[in-house]
């Protein structure tokens, strides 16, 4: 591959709702540049773009894929994005390091829940941006609905650059509104436009200049004088309106027919801006913040916005260079970790595919092999020029599952798996969850877990076993209560005694354990009150109620009596210990559940269904409002039931709501749900002791 400077590259992401056409519009535009022989299909797990495993299985996108496409003397690094709302990491990631996006349509479906998703992305990251109604020779293709469902959601000005030249079995190619001719095919050469759409792409033309003059304030003042604008003109005033935002051209494709093509990169190339036509990237350096242009002679700043491990490739670390550039077989400086790494020999990224390249210029995307400490979000720079580039931000994952591992040896494995998995995922984390003794693995959805599982199987040879997490629950008590225990234990020569009586009662839950010693004229010598507190702490650790752990309780011992042979540390733990169990189950001990604070955001139309599923999950709603065409929703909701809510919510709203959730308070379960938790916890020890 080729050597291209800062202005000849476009990093270009391609985003959409799932199926819109993304992975088979790369596919047709490699094979119409002479990159592949043959095209290939989603269908057969034959295309470039989709190589992984899983992917070719499950016939979708599960992670970004650069594919540069060489046209024109340019270097087009288009980033095919999964469509399925699970894996949004995916598509944050890409646009982190895009400088435009291309929005796909379905020509029959229109804008759907991936579409507004990717959009409202593209606003946070301030992507110029082209819509492409694809698939226009679908059954039921239908382009004016299509472009009116976009301009409705969009609340931007959206103007055809090109019109369908036919509809569905007819599709054929495109008209062309800035050189007002008709491209056939793949649409290499032009031909006079059909006499019956004449009229049409006239009338679409005049939209299409005046646009074009609003994007640059002497080309308005050129329009209005003349009333019109040379071909060139029109290019330079649409360049303007996209940096702009204040238009954005439509285009229309039929990828797996290849229709559409060169126009459609022709514009790529002409209005899409190169890295150097970008405002310039903003890094913390030594002294503040630090503006970075595009310039092979700046200081050097990399981000690295992927990485992925395989067992026979090892790891790969995907990166973009914002500022400086790259050469093989070099050293950086990972300002991130603080570690200098060794960058063996570059690459350019083709699917699986690996170009060895010796320079990569500024702007570029590449990748390099066996980085040993660096990941996703790292930024690569000089150690006497430290800088850091920021890191977006990535929605919180919140479908939760327990994971345990499926064979003995699989348990020693699984610290380091799940940390890899969530090193290569932004939108993966895990934790230990000491109050259930779960390991807990969270994601964005149920088939983002399934492939983080697989993947963990497949790359890692770890087997894992998800399951539905228990609720952390607390145990507490809700009033005073005393207790004493002897222990005593005789077994020829010495023996074990020690006697305690102690007080209990309630502190907030969010207190742990408050000791207090009032034992006065040495009933028990005070070199034995920690070995009590260690047994009530062990107690604490594993409760009395449920199993849960207890918090909120004040603990007084104020008696007992200690044997001058007898009295052993151990001999006080136990009793420390089975005094206070006696005690707990007198002081009225109950649960204690964790709480959430819950924002929902839904379509207005599906406001009453939301909220009556709230009522069943015993939601305290706190605040109802609404914002451009959608409710959102305030409410304090139970964790236990929330477990599942991400599929709950997607099945009413169709996709379109989300919510966000974090950690509020602990409240008391109430009295029918507690002896329901109680009985199944129980069960599930007695079952634990027979086994």
């Known amino acids: ?43 057969d797990g034959s295309t470039v773009s989709d190589f992984d495993e899983e992917e070719i299985r499950r016939g979708i996108s599960l992670y970004t894929s650069v594919i540069p496409i060489e046209y024109r003397d340019v270097k087009i690094n288009f980033l095919d994005t999964p469509g ?50 694809n698939k226009m020779d679908r059954e039921n293709a239908n382009f004016q609905k299509a472009l009116a469902s976009i301009q409705e959601f969009s609340e931007v000005r959206l103007v055809p650059v090109q019109l369908p030249w036919g509809e569905k079995q007819n599709f054929q190619g495109v008209i062309d509104l800035i050189t007002m001719k008709a491209y ?31 994007g640059d304030d002497e080309l308005l003042e050129k329009y209005l004088e003349s009333g019109s604008l040379s071909n060139e003109e029109i290019l330079r005033g649409l360049r303007g309106a996209i940096r702009n935002h204040t238009a954005y051209p439509v285009f229309v494709t039929a990828a797996t027919a290849e229709i559409g093509l060169a126009p459609l990169l022709d514009a790529i190339v002409d209005l899409l801006p190169s890295p150097a036509e970008m405002p310039p990237a903003r890094a913390m350096g030594k002294d503040g913040e630090e503006e970075l242009p595009a ?41 991130s970790k603080g570690v200098e790494e060794r960058l063996g020999t570059l690459n350019v990224p083709r699917g699986k595919e690996l170009f060895p ?75 230990m969850e000491p109050a259930t003794n779960q390991t807990i693995l969270q994601g964005m959805g149920d088939q983002h877990i399934e492939v983080a599982v697989r993947r963990a199987e497949t790359k890692f040879q770890v087997g894992l076993v998800i399951s539905e997490p228990k609720v952390p629950y607390l145990e507490a008590i809700t009033k005073k209560a005393s207790a004493m225990y002897r222990h005593k234990k ?18 907030t839950p969010d207190q742990e354990l408050e000791f207090v010693w009032e034992v006065f004229g040495g009933a028990i010598s005070s070199s034995f009150a920690p070995s009590i507190q260690k047994g009530i702490q062990s107690v604490m650790k594993e409760g009395v109620l449920a199993g849960y752990p ?16 007898d009295s052993k540390p151990i001999a006080f733990e136990i009793a420390g210990r089975e005094a206070f169990k006696l005690a707990f189950k007198d002081a009225g001990p109950v649960l204690y559940e964790p709480i959430m604070k819950v924002e929902i955001i839904v379509p207005e139309a599906n406001m009453g269904d939301v909220l009556g599923d709230l009522n069943s999950r015993r939601a305290r709603v706190l605040g109802m409002n609404t914002e451009r065409g959608r409710s959102v929703i305030t409410a304090l909701v139970p964790l236990a039931e929330m477990l599942r809510y991400t599929t709950q919510l997607r099945s009413l709203t169709g996709g379109r709501g989300f919510f966000t959730m974090e950690f509020y308070n602990y409240e008391m379960v109430p009295p029918h749900i507690q002896q329901e938790i109680v009985a199944t916890r129980q069960k599930e020890l007695q079952a634990q002791r027979t086994d």
Request: proline share 5%; with cysteine.
């Open 295 to 335: 310039s092979d002679s700046g200081p050097l700043a990399v981000y690295v916005w992927k990485t992925t491990a395989d067992p026979f490739v090892g790891r790969q670390t995907f990166f973009r260079i914002y500022s400086g550039f790259l050469a093989s077989d070099t050293r950086v400086w990972n300002q």
């Open 1 to 43: 591959m080729k050597e291209y400077t800062t202005e000849s590259i476009r990093n270009v992401a391609l985003v959409s709702h799932s199926s819109a056409g993304k992975t088979m519009l790369t596919e047709a535009f490699l094979h119409f540049t002479g990159a592949t022989t043959r095209l290939g299909r989603v269908e």
């Open 490 to 507: 005789q077994t020829g020569g010495a023996g074990q005694f020690g006697e305690v009586h102690l007080r209990i009662e309630p502190l």
């Open 184 to 214: 056939k095919g793949e649409g290499k050469t032009a031909v006079e436009i059909p006499a019956e759409l004449r009229a049409a792409a006239e009338e679409a033309r005049v939209a299409l200049v005046e646009a074009a003059a609003e």
């Open 550 to 565: 207890i918090r909120g309780i004040k603990v007084a011992v104020y008696d007992g009596k200690e044997h001058p042979v």
């Open 357 to 431: 390249v010796k320079v990569l210029h500024c702007g570029d995307i590449g990748v390099v092999p066996k980085l040993s400490e660096t990941v996703t979000g790292n930024t690569l720079c000089d150690k006497a020029h430290p800088l850091t580039l920021p890191i977006p931000e990535y929605p919180k994952a919140l479908y939760q599952v327990a994971i345990s591992p499926k064979t003995q040896a699989d348990s020693a494995k699984i610290t380091p798996t799940l940390t890899r998995l969530c090193e290569e995922d932004m939108t993966l984390s895990w934790h």
């Open 84 to 133: 399925y709302t699970d894996f949004i990491g995916e598509v944050i990631s890409a646009l982190r390091v895009a400088d435009s996006a291309l929005v796909l349509l379905d020509s029959v479906s229109g804008v759907e829940v991936g579409t507004e998703i990717a959009w409202n992305y593209c606003n946070q990251f301030q992507l110029p941006r082209f819509v492409v109604i």
